[in-house]
Every structure is written in structure tokens, then in C-alpha cells.
């Protein structure tokens, strides 16, 4: 079974950074993609952005929202992925997601994936 843990959330100002960070166990296969989703409350989740994995393209691809603030990596053993956000706004405020599934490319639909983790709040302060 595939677990997922997020970390890193946070309070912050308006204009400041937060690093997010998803580490993941159990993995069974040998490639997977990573996605990272965010709800607000009364809204509907949105996705972030997403990271193909290494051995298809190793792609990023970010919502409209966070292109050029937010930036979404992954570490050499694969198991840990990192949202990098900057210039954070008050709309950010959010629980965000990070989220899997077996194959190469994701999608920023939450419905694509198969595993989810249980969410870390981010909180931008006017």
C-alpha cells in the first residue's frame, strides 16, 4: 500500500515562501507521478501542479494560478517530492495534497490518482 505524508505548512505573509514537502512509501511498481492539489474551504479541490516521473520526462506542469511562483521537484531517490512556493498570496490558503499513481505522466484532475495524502495547511496572511 501506497502511503503518502505532507509537511511544511504553515502561516505566512503575503509576499513570503513555503516549501512543501510529500515523502512516499510503499511504492510497488517502478514509476510513478506525482501530483500536488490544494481546497479551500467551500471550494473544490484544484490542482497545482504536477511532475512526470524520471524515467518518462521528469516534466513540470502548474496550474495557471502558481506559474512562476510555485515550483515542484523531486529528490534523487524518487520517494520525495517538494513544492517550492513563493511570492504566496492570500488566495493560497489552502489544505494542500500531494497525490500518486503508478505510470509515467499525471494530470491535474484530482481524479487521476489513486493514492493521497492526508493534507497540510498553508495559510498566507494579508
Known amino acids: 500500500q501506497v502511503h503518502l505524508a505532507e509537511s511544511g505548512g504553515g502561516s505566512v505573509q503575503s509576499g513570503g515562501s513555503l516549501r512543501l514537502t510529500c515523502t512516499a512509501s510503499g511504492y510497488t511498481y517502478t514509476e510513478y507521478c506525482m501530483g500536488w492539489f490544494r481546497q479551500a474551504p467551500g471550494k473544490e479541490r484544484e490542482g497545482v501542479a504536477t511532475l512526470d516521473s524520471s524515467r518518462h520526462s521528469g516534466r513540470a506542469n502548474y496550474a495557471d494560478s502558481v506559474m512562476g511562483r510555485f515550483t515542484v521537484s523531486r529528490d534523487k531517490g524518487g520517494n520525495t517530492v517538494y513544492l517550492q512556493m513563493r511570492r504566496l498570496r492570500p488566495e493560497d490558503t489552502a489544505s494542500y495534497y500531494c497525490?500518486?499513481?503508478?505510470?509515467?505522466?499525471?494530470?491535474?484532475?484530482?481524479?487521476?490518482?489513486?493514492?493521497w495524502g492526508q493534507g497540510t495547511q498553508v495559510t498566507v496572511l494579508a
Open positions: 497525490a500518486t499513481r503508478s505510470g509515467g505522466w499525471c494530470e491535474l484532475q484530482s481524479t487521476f490518482y489513486s493514492y
